[in-house]
């Protein structure tokens, strides 16, 4: 079998190009959308995600702002950086990127982000409206794979889906938006885990196979089922002396093994990254437009 790449790269271009119309409206009303994202230490990997975010929106028009702080940054200061954001016309969505350092309490910042500003779609208002379907913030990585499914056609009505993960960004929501009754909804869902029993015998069900771990290549050939669509969520860096950077990006799945028995699957990088940064955009233009409401 031959098996497809389903490249994030293409869809995202398609989503930005659906975006440009909707900005270029709200810059006919004089409102540019605005994008904070506040980096608190000096983790390597956060910088490269927030430097992504950036040229994300750079390359839209939007206007972006970075808050960098050092990794002795309190949690009373978080907090008030926050706040002035929330009161900061300019600016309509607002992100904290994670990992903060361990001094701050990641829940209480989440839950000072005004719900009309939490483009990443992780406040509790906005949790509990994606729950119940009624979510137009949604949290970016479950939307982007959904939108990535669409796009290439993958309808998980009445699918097996098994998604490895249960992380409130991407394992829970995107098994509460499979669960829809609606467009790309009305999946049978799965939800595994690091305490789930007999794995593979679990992961050989699904007709789609979600791997958000966070550990290299974990999923192996023999774990997914002939013919499946996999869709990989993991980043992992792994050392490698033959590349200059002195390391490697990997998912969650060893794609290798798994080229001619899966039917589709997502490269890492470039399969489930630019949809999540894609999507962080369209939050933060549907941010603006309500703003202007
Ligand atoms: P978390 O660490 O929050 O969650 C990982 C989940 O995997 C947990 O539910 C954990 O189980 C489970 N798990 C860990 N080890 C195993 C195992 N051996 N077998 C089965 N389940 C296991 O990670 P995130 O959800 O935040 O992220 C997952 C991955 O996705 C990371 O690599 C992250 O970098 C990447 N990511 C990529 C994005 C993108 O845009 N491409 C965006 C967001 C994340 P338990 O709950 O029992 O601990």
Redo the contacts with the bound molecule.
Sequence with gaps: MDTQILTGKEVAKSIRKELKGRIATLKERGVTPGLAAVLVGDDPASATYVRGKVAACDKLGLYSRVIKKDVSLSQDELVDIVRSLNEDPQIHGILVQ?PVPPQIDEHAVTVTILPEKDVDGFHPYNVGMMLIGRGDLLP??PH?ILRLMEFYEIDPAGQEVVI????????KPLAAMLLRKGPMGNATVTV?????AN?AEITCRADILVA????PE?IKADMVKEGAVVID????RVEDSSNEKGYRLV??VEVAGCMGKAAKITP?PG???P???AMLMANTVTAAERAIK
Aim: charged share 10%.
């Design positions: 994670s970016c990585t982007g490895v993960g249960r992380s409130s960004i991407v394992g595994a885990h690091s305490r789930t794995l958000a771990i966070g550990k974990v969520v993991g980043v992992n998912g969650d890492v399969g489930v990254g949809m999540t940064i």
